[in-house]
């Protein structure tokens, strides 16, 4: 067995644990609002570590998934892809390191681990679609991964992204809680955008 091949099946093994430990908070936790909340908030409190056990386990499928494809790889912007599917990587363990603040916590009075969690997501989420989006690409270009469906992946992933963009701005900081408005939604397309990336 090769190194790609053994890095590849460590991928596909942290992946499958991080979408049961997804599953098992949302068991866990049932008094947590699935549609209204996103998944970082189910690190906070009791089984937490299960949470973080899922990013954790998010990163080393990301990190895995990255060298065991590096070495197929032979256009630059397929090693840029690479390059950024390992960034994603190290944002993944610093949000399973450090947790998210309650959402009530008003921006100057964010702790340190809840701002080292928000600089993971800006820096994940951004890296992943377009690790994801290059690698699609290049990987498409390459007769071997043809048939898979990558971009059409990539634009569940996009179209998640979007959606989860437009309610944020809508219901950012500042702006008066309403029950029912577009923020009852926030949850779904945040579990669709981490659901399409481990299938990607």
């Known amino acids: 067995m090769t190194y790609s091949m053994l890095a590849a099946r460590v991928a596909i093994g942290s992946t499958a644990l991080a979408l049961v430990a997804l599953a098992a908070v949302h068991?866990?936790?049932?008094?947590?609002?699935?549609?209204?909340?996103?998944?970082?908030?189910?690190?906070?409190?009791?089984?937490?570590?299960?949470?973080?056990?899922c990013f954790a386990a998010?990163?080393?499928?990301?990190?895995?998934?990255?060298?065991?494809?590096?070495?197929?790889?032979?256009?630059?912007?397929?090693?840029?892809?690479a390059a950024l599917l390992l960034a994603t990587a190290v944002a993944l363990a610093?949000?399973?390191?450090?947790?998210?603040?309650?959402?009530?916590?008003?921006?100057?009075?964010?702790?340190?681990?809840?701002?080292?969690?928000?600089?993971?997501?800006?820096?994940?989420?951004?890296?992943?679609?377009?690790s994801l989006l290059l690698l699609s690409v290049a990987l498409g270009e390459q007769t071997s991964h043809a048939?898979?469906?990558?971009?059409?992946?990539?634009?569940?992933?996009?179209?998640?992204l979007a959606a989860m963009i437009t309610i944020m701005l809508i219901?950012?900081?500042?702006?008066?809680?309403?029950?029912?408005?577009?923020?009852r939604f926030l949850g779904l397309p945040n579990r669709l955008f981490m659901t399409a990336s481990a299938y990607g």
């Open 27 to 53: 068991v866990l936790r049932p008094q947590i609002a699935a549609a209204r909340s996103m998944i970082s908030r189910y690190a906070l409190g009791r089984h937490g570590w299960v949470m973080a056990l």
């Open 171 to 183: 219901v950012g900081p500042g702006k008066p809680s309403n029950p029912d408005g577009p923020e």
């Open 58 to 81: 998010f990163a080393a499928g990301s990190a895995f998934l990255s060298t065991a494809i590096v070495a197929q790889l032979t256009s630059l912007h397929g090693r840029i892809g």
């Open 94 to 130: 610093l949000a399973a390191r450090f947790s998210m603040d309650p959402v009530s916590t008003p921006p100057a009075q964010m702790s340190w681990s809840g701002r080292m969690h928000s600089m993971a997501f800006m820096v994940g989420v951004p890296c992943q679609v377009l």
């Open 147 to 160: 048939a898979l469906p990558l971009l059409e992946i990539a634009a569940v992933i996009c179209a998640s």
